[in-house]
Each structure stands twice: as structure tokens, then as C-alpha cells.
DNA sequence: TCAATCAATAGCCAACGAGGTATTGATTGT
DNA sequence: ACAATCAATACCTCGTTGGCTATTGATTGA
């Protein structure tokens, strides 16, 4: 139900986007023209992923110039890794549950 | 580019999906009615997601009668995994570089 | 056997989103 | 000052998809 959560699993859904995230935290800092250079999109939409990539909190900009370069906020994955832990722990504690109650019936 | 994570983001993209399986991690086996019955949407959505979850590999189901039985399959989740440890291993790694960087600087 | 219940499928529609091109704004270099 | 380059914005189009209702198939109970 948390927002944020949801915010990070609809930009990452698609594969360009998650891409270009990819790249950089692969490759660290880029431009917007390097990163177009391989993203096999067009530049308008590079910015517009890029755009949507930072309104998510997964990247920042630094302006220098006329150019803008990108960087991944690793952080940002935060309350992904939270998520999963919490369906682990979920699937765990029913497992544990489970456990005790065949632990019983052996007795 | 790997086509197992595009599959899971693209799947837990959707909140309505989402919420299915959390519930299911939360509560454990569930049938169609009683997912239903709190999901916010009619039974023929809930059976469509559900198919795109068991396709995903995110649940699977059992027959019992007229009824269908469906679990969550959290192994399924481990590619997500993989992908965010990934991710951050690239960032620990250019972290890394910009200490050794920094400490040669130093000298 | 017939009605009722449960889940899946079919068919439809509306909204969203990813892609494109054209353009604007801003900065650099001549 | 002017041309060229870089990134962002505006605008449009088309495909995908999530939602609905109606229906079908299958199973249970009377």
C-alpha cells in the first residue's frame, strides 16, 4: 500500500528506464548525449526517463554547462529491498508456523 | 536485459497485483473468493492477475473442488534480489575506486 | 436431474504511457 | 553577434493494459 513503494516498481517496470538506471550505476556518472548515444531512444526520451527516473529519487542531476549529467541514488532502492525482506519474513513466519504445528502433531 | 527481472517489475508493477500477493505472503493460501471478496475489483480481474502472477512464476494454484486454492511462491522473488544487490555491488565497487582515487591523491 | 455456486474466458472500452518529431531555451565557440 | 550544440518541453499517435459485464465450464447439493 506505501506510495513510494509503488512509485519504484512502476519506474522500474519498464526496460529502457530501468536501463539507463542500470548504466549508471554500472558506469557512474553520464551525460544525457552519452547516455542517448546507446540507449536506442531517442533524446527527448532519454530526458523524459531521465525526468521520471528523478521525480522516483533513483537519480540525480548536476548541471554543467549546457549539459546535464546523471547519476544513480542507490539509496533510492531502499524500500525495495525493505519490501522483499518483509514478504521473506512473512513467508517465513507462516513457514516457522507451520513448523510448530507439525512439531505438535508428532507428538 | 535479462528477461526474468523484466517479467517480476513488470508484474509487481500493478498495485491491484501487488496486493494480491501480498496478501498471499501475509496470509498465507487463499481462494479466488476470498481474495475477491477484499480486493477492491471484480472476480474475473482477480482470476486475470492471478494468472499473470502464476505466470510470473509469483504463485502457483491447487484445484479443490469447484474452488481454486492459489499460494505465494516467494522463491520467485530471488531475481529481484539478485538485481538490487547487483545494482548496489556496481555502486560499492565505483565507491570503492573514488577511495583508492582519493587515497593515491593523498600521497 | 436441476439449480446454485465458483472460477475462468470472451469481448469490449477507456485511460495511460512510451515512442516519435518539431521546437524552444540555454550555453558555448567563432 | 551568430551559428552550433545540448537538453528539455510541447504535442501527437498508437499499442498496451486494467477495468467492466456477460458468458461458459465445472462441481456441488437438493
Redesign the pocket.
Known amino acids: 500500500m506505501s506510495d513510494t513503494q509503488d512509485v519504484l516498481f512502476?519506474t522500474l517496470?519498464?526496460?529502457?528506464?530501468r536501463a539507463l538506471f542500470e548504466r549508471l550505476c554500472r558506469e557512474g556518472e553520464k551525460?544525457?548525449?552519452?547516455l542517448?548515444a546507446r540507449a536506442?531512444?531517442?533524446?527527448?526520451?532519454?530526458?523524459?526517463?531521465?525526468?521520471?527516473l528523478k521525480q522516483a529519487g533513483l537519480v540525480r542531476?548536476r548541471?554543467?554547462?549546457?549539459?546535464?549529467?546523471?547519476s544513480a541514488q542507490l539509496g533510492a532502492l531502499a524500500p525495495l529491498v525493505d519490501w522483499t525482506r518483509e514478504m521473506a519474513g512473512f513467508w517465513q513466519n507462516r513457514f516457522d508456523q507451520l513448523e510448530d504445528l507439525l512439531k505438535r502433531m508428532d507428538q
Open positions: 512502476r517496470a519498464d526496460p529502457t528506464r551525460t544525457v548525449g552519452a542517448t536506442g531512444v531517442s533524446q527527448p526520451v532519454v530526458s523524459k526517463h531521465l525526468g521520471i542531476d548541471h554543467e554547462g549546457r549539459q546535464t549529467h546523471y
